[in-house]
């Protein structure tokens, strides 16, 4: 069965680095897209980073432009997330994606908790 795994997250300061990881299997993971959504207390989930099954092409939310940094390893089955110049507002339980299927199904991890805070 599918399975996406995130690990790396935890307590920083602000300015401060995290990289999140995620670990997939059950499904042929050079096949799909991934992405990395996060979600704050109280908020709605919201898209972080996108990138291509090949690697190739990536997409941020504005918000994160110029700070994060998505990457996959398709030989190890893992797309990670560097994460630099952290903010407060970073602060939320980060979750790995995928989707497939007509009409497109949602596959998510458990998320990881990303706390920036002094």
Do not use: H
Not at 94 to 100: E, G, T
């Amino acid at each position: 069965q599918v399975q996406l795994v995130e690990s790396g997250g935890g307590l920083v300061q602000p300015g401060g680095s995290l990289r999140l990881s995620c670990a997939a299997s059950g499904f042929t993971f050079s096949n799909y897209a991934m992405s990395w959504y996060r979600q704050a207390s109280g908020k709605e989930r919201e898209l972080v980073a996108t990138i291509s099954k090949g690697g190739g092409l990536t997409n941020y939310a504005d918000s994160v432009k110029g700070r994060f940094t998505i990457s996959r390893d398709n030989a190890e089955n893992t797309v990670n997330l560097q994460m630099n110049s952290l903010k407060p507002e970073d602060t939320a339980v980060y979750y790995c994606n995928f989707a497939r299927g007509v009409p497109k199904y949602d596959y998510w991890g458990q998320g990881t908790q990303v706390t920036v805070s002094s």
